[in-house]
């Protein structure tokens, strides 16, 4: 007994500890400076020159045919994911894009809904409901009327929207593949389309100044690797509902950082939408769960 209050509580402070690092994303993607696809591309390759070898050195099986497609493609939207949300920040405040991208899970419930028939609990209709409302307060009620809004929210959105087709089509996989071999097929597929697309629009690669790397390698080494494989052991001894609930938190910390580190002091109106959003998500995951 007393074993598995220890393996919950280091659980739980993994948890902690890889919300913490994930919350910095925002943070690294803006100290960075660069472009969004530059950034994504080098979080990407960063985790991935540890986490595939890592994977090579252990032996891990090569997920089956049916896993490899899936986990591919998912790469592939998750790529596009990064490049939308690196973007945003550029052109919003950290903490309201991590808001609006923390909508994926509202997308994967409606896609879930009209691709795999599945049912939806009330608990999800009101938390989709409040969290829109949330979303209308964030956005700003005259913005919407005249559709007038901010690029880098719009952005944001966008990105929720290809993180939610991503974890539709990584659920897939995920049953029979274990999180290393996941995240190393993940990570390469992801490395390659980012690659492509800089290429293809004639991004820089190089010159950049010791500040610029430092945040490249920040958000590579403690958001992206650190923070998923904190994450995915908590996985591994809490329930998954919980975690998920748990990740709501991101959007707080990454708030709370922005104010120290970028000097940006959400607004009135920011904090009741963020509030609001967070709660209609807690709803959504809570119905999900059921």
């Excluded at 309201?96 to 049912?119: C, D, H, Q, S, Y």
């Amino acid at each position: 007994m007393p074993l598995e209050k220890n393996i919950n509580l280091r659980a739980v402070v993994f948890l902690a500890l890889g919300i913490v690092c994930i919350g910095f994303s925002a943070i690294f993607v803006k100290a960075a400076g660069v472009p969004g696809m530059v950034s994504a591309f080098y979080r990407s390759l960063i985790a991935g020159a540890v986490v595939v070898p890592l994977w090579l050195i252990k032996r891990k099986p090569m997920p089956g045919k049916q896993e490899l497609k899936w986990i591919i493609t998912g790469g592939v939207f998750f790529a596009i994911d990064l490049i939308f949300w690196n973007a945003s920040l550029l052109l919003t405040s950290a903490a309201t894009a991590t808001l609006l991208a923390n909508n994926a899970p509202i997308w994967v419930g409606l896609g879930a809904m009209l691709l795999f028939r599945e049912k939806l609990t009330n608990k999800y209709w009101a938390g989709l409901v409040i969290a829109l409302f949330g979303m209308s307060v964030l956005l700003g009620f005259d913005s919407i009327r005249d559709l007038n809004f901010n690029t880098g929210d719009l952005l944001a959105l966008t990105a929720s929207l290809f993180y939610a087709v991503y974890l539709l089509t990584t659920q897939k996989a995920r049953a029979g593949t274990d999180t290393i071999s996941f995240m190393s097929v993940s990570t390469i597929s992801t490395v390659f389309v980012l690659l492509a697309i800089n290429l293809i629009s004639g991004s820089t690669l190089t010159g950049f100044s010791m500040k610029t790397w430092a945040a490249l390698f920040g958000l590579g080494l403690i958001s992206h690797l650190g923070g998923w494989l904190l994450i995915n052991y908590a996985l591994g001894h809490m329930k998954a509902s919980s975690v998920s609930v748990s990740l709501l938190s991101q959007a707080v910390v990454t708030a709370l950082l922005a104010i120290p580190f970028l000097g940006e002091i959400p607004a009135t109106h920011q904090i009741t939408g963020g509030i609001l959003i967070l709660i209609g998500i807690y709803f959504v995951n809570r119905g999900e769960g059921n």
